[in-house]
């Protein structure tokens, strides 16, 4: 392991402190610190050799769950994974999202890591990622130039890589606070714990006399971004939520997969799982919606 070489250090207390120090340090590349789960290990593996690493944790206004008058739910970026596991709204309203941050790593781990940086390190399997897309967030940054908020969906732009332009930072998420729909995330890991997903599938649905009236499914592992499985969505839309179908919108989901080999699992891999948990994800949502009863256990 590397030792750590010397880096300036700064912790503003707001974004105008925040906005100074960026522009006496023009031409720096600021990292940015969070939790430090992803940052410190790899700073101590050698990956990176910042100049100035600027801890936002003390950043006013970034964390905490706040529902809003406008029937939104915003979740600050500084929010841990922990707290967003255990928030009643979430689990009760955002069931998908709350399955995703029980799922990320070890307790040490969710207490110490942030929703920002589960999105801002572009994993195309980061537990908050899949069920965000699936829910339709929107996510909010801030720079010197501005304010900016833009789709999950436009957020990862390839492995690793997202729409964060140099010292810009997300500030939070927003969701709308939908009636009536079920939601469900399913990771599949080499381990139990402590491991981040060789493939997931977050479902959204909205039923409407046994029949799905509206699905979302996003996929992680299934490219270099997480991505929406828009030709299963649009099959399943309209149907009824019976076996034949629920196991040809997986089928598709992996049809519009174009997963890579890694070191965790090969593409092959990848592309035999997705199905069945696009399958599993859909029947929580059903059993949830207390369909299964209806159509007697079929499912
Ligand atoms: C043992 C272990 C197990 C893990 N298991 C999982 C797992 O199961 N699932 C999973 O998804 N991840 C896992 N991870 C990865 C990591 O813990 C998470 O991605 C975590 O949410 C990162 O958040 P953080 O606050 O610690 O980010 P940091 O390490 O502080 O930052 C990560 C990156 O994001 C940037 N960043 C942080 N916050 C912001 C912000 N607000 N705006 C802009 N950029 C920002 C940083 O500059 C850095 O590049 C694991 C890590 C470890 C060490």
């Not at 050698?46 to 964390?63: F, I, M, N, Q, T």
């Not at 009643?88 to 790593?105: D, V």
């Not at 789709?151 to 927003?174: C, H, N, R, V, Y």
């Not at 092959?268 to 207390?290: K, N």
Request: aromatic letters at 4%; charged letters at 20%; proline letters at 4%.
């Amino acid at each position: 392991m590397a030792h750590l070489t010397p880096f300036e250090y700064a912790r503003p207390g707001s974004l105008e402190e925040l906005q100074e120090l960026l522009a006496s340090r023009a031409g720096v590349t600021p990292f940015y610190l969070a939790g430090g789960t992803d940052l410190m290990v790899a700073m101590r593996s050698g990956k990176y050799s910042p100049e100035l690493v600027v801890d936002l944790k003390h950043l006013a206004g970034l964390g905490g769950v706040n529902p809003g008058k406008d029937g939104t739910l915003r979740i600050g970026a500084l929010t841990t994974i922990h707290a967003v596991e255990e928030h009643e709204l979430i689990r009760s309203r955002f069931t998908a999202l709350h399955e995703g941050a029980r799922s990320l790593g070890s307790f040490q781990v969710r207490n110490r890591a942030t929703l920002g940086g589960n999105l801002a390190n572009g994993s195309p399997t980061a537990d908050m990622a899949i069920p965000l897309m699936a829910f339709n967030a929107e996510i909010l940054t801030w720079s010197s130039k501005g304010e900016r908020r833009m789709s999950a969906a436009s957020f990862w732009m390839g492995a690793g890589k997202t729409a964060l332009q140099q010292g810009e930072i997300i500030t939070g998420i927003e969701l709308l606070l939908d009636e009536g729909l079920r939601s469900a995330y399913e990771k599949l890991g080499p381990r139990n714990a402590m491991d981040i997903a060789i493939a997931s599938a977050a479902v959204v649905l909205r039923l409407d006399s046994g029949s799905i009236r509206e699905v979302r499914i996003a996929l992680g592992g299934a490219c270099p971004t997480p991505i929406r499985a828009h030709s299963a969505e649009k099959y399943l839309e309209g149907h009824r939520a019976d076996p034949e179908h629920i196991s040809q919108a997986g089928k598709l989901a992996a049809d519009e997969s174009n997963p890579r080999s890694s070191t965790r699992a090969s593409r092959e891999y990848r592309l035999a799982v997705i199905p069945v948990l696009v399958e599993r994800a859909l029947r929580h949502c059903l059993r949830r919606q207390g369909i299964i009863d209806e159509i007697n256990g079929q499912l």
